[in-house]
């Protein structure tokens, strides 16, 4: 208790507050509800969050609050930034019990804003499940469509245990749930749900089905047995037997981490990341890369993949070194191979975690995409098809989870306004 205290004493309350409008994706007000935790009132600083997201417990827990909310705290510039992330996962946390009176809370208003207009989402992951509970609070009758037995999308098959417990994850749902969503289970979009029935049966549609495949760098090799895409590998825990395996991860990206990490877990007896830049450009969240290191993880910066090299089975990837160039065009640093710098290690496994897209599906629903296959939105978050919405990684929204549930509040409340 006393650690609270001090972390919640250790923000200024600043008017300007850049952590919640410069640094938060959902807007959250942050130096509003910790105040209300320095006061002791752990309900008032939930329902003040809970304005803004659903998602108090798990953004708490694997947002990415250094390049975030922490990340424009005023206190990070001479110092350390207030700990926002840890903060909200304890408001969330403490919940537990207060719980019940603040649905029924919830309730009552729902019963207030009650209509006759019904919604269906489709794909029950952090966008969805915002979107759903947004429209729900404003008593608008929701559907969601899940392709599996179980809701989360991502939250529960691409984020490992210990970066985010399956039982926050599941309180989470069921919190949401208690609005009076209903769910569909095994509900694919082009196998056995159709948009054109959907759009019969009710005023709106939010498509959420995220981007689910693992990019492909192009390289000579891909194919061979024994590379696999991240993703798949998360999302379908088909991993092969990593005992005394050597195994490479490409990317810089949090996946690439949760991949190598999962991987060091499942007893492969040497790990490495390979990636094209330096450390300072890694996409992935400093604590990760931190914590990686730590499990012992080999990080080969500034290392680029030739090719892969085996008969039907990797045997081995041949590397290349790059240097950082600054383009005049470009304020980023570029990487660019350096002649003759080539040499091969032995491997067993390969992991791509470079990035995800869009499942070839989506292409023939019949709404316009763009050349990487996302769904076009307008600013209100419609697609080609006024009616239908979309948001989350299948529109191409930056790929996080608070950005994922930014899309989901922002397109609940288009569709309130256009239903
Ligand atoms: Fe508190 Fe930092 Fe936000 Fe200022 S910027 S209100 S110190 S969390």
Redesign the pocket.
């Known amino acids: 208790m006393e650690k609270i205290n001090e972390k919640s004493s250790?923000?200024?309350?600043?008017k300007a507050?850049?952590?919640?409008t410069k640094g938060c994706p959902l807007g959250n007000q942050?130096?509003q509800f910790?105040e209300q935790i320095k006061q002791g009132d752990y309900v008032e600083a939930y329902k003040i969050l809970s304005e803004t997201t659903v998602l108090q417990g798990v953004c708490g827990r694997i947002c990415p609050h250094q390049k975030q909310?922490q990340g424009?705290?005023?206190?990070?510039i001479k110092g350390e930034?207030?700990s926002?992330g840890d903060l909200e996962a304890l408001c969330f946390d403490a919940m537990v019990e207060e719980e019940d009176s603040l649905l029924k809370c919830y309730a009552e208003e729902m019963k207030l804003n009650k209509t006759n207009k019904k919604v269906a989402i489709i794909g029950g992951g952090p966008a969805g499940l915002t979107a759903s509970a947004f429209l729900a609070k404003r008593g608008i009758e929701v559907t969601i469509y899940e392709k599996y037995d179980y809701l989360g999308g991502l939250l529960v098959h691409g984020i490992p245990e210990f970066r985010l417990p399956k039982e926050i994850v599941q309180r989470t749902i069921d919190k949401i749930l208690r609005l009076g969503i209903k769910v569909n289970y095994h509900q694919q979009l082009g196998k056995n749900l159709f948009l054109k029935d959907l759009e019969e049966q009710y005023d709106a549609i939010f498509l959420s089905i995220g981007a689910n495949q693992s990019s492909k760098m192009g390289v000579e090799g891909e194919e061979l047995l024994g590379v696999f895409g991240g993703n798949e590998l998360l999302e379908y825990k088909l991993h092969p037997d990593y005992k005394g395996k050597t195994v490479a991860v490409i990317g810089g990206g949090n996946v690439a981490m949760d991949c190598a990490r999962t991987i060091k877990r499942l007893g492969a007896k040497e790990v490495m990341v390979i990636y094209r830049r330096a450390r300072e450009q890694m996409p992935a969240e400093d604590k990760e890369v931190e914590e990686a290191m730590q499990e012992g993880i080999r990080f080969l910066f500034q290392n680029n993949i030739v090719k892969i090299i085996g008969k039907n089975q990797v045997e081995k990837v041949e590397l290349i070194k790059t240097k950082l160039v600054q383009k005049e065009d470009d304020n980023r640093l570029v990487p660019i191979n350096i002649e003759g710098s080539n040499y091969e290690i032995e491997i067993d496994n390969i992991i791509m975690a470079l990035g995800s897209r869009v499942e070839p599906y989506v292409r023939e629903l019949g709404l316009e995409t763009n050349k990487w296959g996302n769904i076009e939105i307008n600013e209100k978050y419609q697609t080609s098809d006024p009616k239908i919405y979309a948001g989350g990684d299948l529109a191409g929204v930056k790929s996080t989870v608070a950005w994922a549930a930014h899309s989901g509040r922002e397109a609940a409340k288009s569709i309130i306004e256009n239903i």
Request: hydrophobic share 30%.
């Open positions: 250790y923000c200024l309350n600043c507050k850049p952590c919640s942050i130096p910790i909310c424009s705290c005023v206190r990070g930034p207030v926002i």
